[in-house]
């Protein structure tokens, strides 16, 4: 959810070649809520009956794409300019991450301001006359070895970041699956439970590490984040072994 007033970035794609990566294109923005799209001198012509196959049901995206035949035009009312390549230039320019990127297109969005990001075609990249109108360098942290990205790939990577900071979505959450956490209390009577069956059981030994292996047991329970239905697992699986040695006994 952006806040009022942020202006989302336009996505431009620079002379691309195939259709078919124009339409996926569309789809990876679509996946992360952006619909603003230009294309540039697509070598096929403009609009594309590929594209429009690939993009499924991101066609939204594509049917409210704004043709230009040249990058000046298309970056004219922006603000700010990233460019994306992996190759190293002659030009001075500060070049950051997608993180970084899609941090100070949110920043300048929340402002009013216009960010754009070029893409270029599959074969070559963007040129040094296309990176000269950009105001710094996005560059993926790739293997240096083979660095070319796939175009749509590299619009998702710039979508998936944009999304991501703005989502306020946790690195990491729980599925509890119709559970709780089992409170401090729960989890204490667990460890009595416990204790009482190993003592029975001898396994408090020798009596000078007695202390210390009760507190191991104790910090492990306190470790593990059990849930409600965990702890009583655990009470159940003790209670069947006693009630079976006791048998055994018998």
Same mark, same amino acid.
């Given at each position: 959810m952006l806040p009022p007033h942020t202006v989302p970035p336009v996505f431009i794609l620079v002379?691309?070649?195939m259709g078919e990566n124009i339409g996926a294109a569309a789809r990876a923005m679509l996946n992360f809520g952006l619909e603003r799209m230009r294309v540039v001198g697509p070598r096929d012509g403009w609009p594309n009956p590929k594209a429009v196959a690939m993009a499924s049901g991101a066609?939204?995206?594509l049917d409210?794409? &704004?043709h230009f035949a040249d990058l000046a035009g298309a970056v004219a009312d922006c603000d700010f300019v990233f460019a994306t390549t992996a190759r190293g230039r002659e030009l001075v320019k500060e070049v950051v991450?997608?993180?970084?990127?899609m941090e100070m297109t949110r920043?300048?969005?929340?402002?009013?301001?216009?960010?754009?990001?070029?893409?270029g075609p599959e074969r070559a990249g963007l040129?040094?006359?296309?990176i000269v109108r950009a105001n710094a360098i996005v560059t993926v942290p790739v293997n240096p070895e083979f660095p070319s990205l796939n175009l749509a790939q590299c619009v998702l990577?710039? &979508?998936?970041?944009?999304?991501?900071q703005g989502a306020g979505v946790p690195p990491s959450v729980m599925e509890l699956a119709r559970t709780d956490f089992a409170s401090r209390e729960e989890v204490e009577r667990l460890g009595d439970h416990f204790e009482e069956r190993l003592a029975a059981a001898g396994?408090?030994?020798?009596?000078t590490k007695v202390e210390g292996m009760k507190a191991n047991l104790r910090n492990m329970w306190g470790r593990l984040g059990l849930t409600r239905a965990e702890v009583q697992t655990f009470h159940g699986m003790l209670r069947q072994i006693a009630y079976k040695l006791k048998q055994q006994g018998d």
């Open positions: 002379r691309p070649q066609g939204r995206v409210h794409a &704004g991450t997608p993180e970084r990127a920043a300048l969005g929340a402002e009013g301001k216009r960010v754009g990001v070029l893409f040129e040094n006359e296309d990577l710039l &979508g998936y970041e944009w999304q991501r396994f408090f030994f020798p009596e």
